[in-house]
């Protein structure tokens, strides 16, 4: 896979960083409202697992994702050393088998 930025030439390494202890490319899970029970899960039945982060929504942005504030965003967590992300982004997009890829870079 090619990946680019601004149609500019392929990323390389030295673009590509690794911010707040995650890694260049972070696999994240797209949810209703079950991210962080999800984690949860995930966690307890892999050996080497921990919840890493939790975030969540505020009252900014509200007439946009109409989550109340406090309301879970977005959980990180390890599977035996592999960085994932479950996001709750809500019921506009429905679960399913796709995942999304989070790419840190440098700008």
């Not at 601004?6 to 696999?27: A, C, R, V, Y």
């Not at 309301?71 to 429905?94: I, M, S, W, Y």
Request: hydrophobic share 35%; charged share 20%; glycine share 6%.
């Amino acid at each position: 896979m090619d990946i680019r930025f601004n149609s500019s030439s392929p990323l390389n390494n030295d673009q590509i960083k690794n911010i707040n202890g995650f890694p260049k490319i972070t696999t994240c899970l797209w949810f209703d409202d079950q991210a962080e029970e999800a984690a949860k899960f995930y966690t307890s039945i892999f050996k080497n697992s921990k919840i890493l982060k939790t975030s969540y929504y505020g009252n900014v942005g509200h007439e946009i994702h109409r989550q109340k504030a406090g309301t879970v965003l977005t959980v990180d967590f390890e599977l035996n050393e592999r960085c994932f992300q479950a996001l709750n982004g809500g019921p506009h997009f429905k679960f399913n088998e796709a995942i999304s890829l989070v790419v840190n870079c440098e700008s």
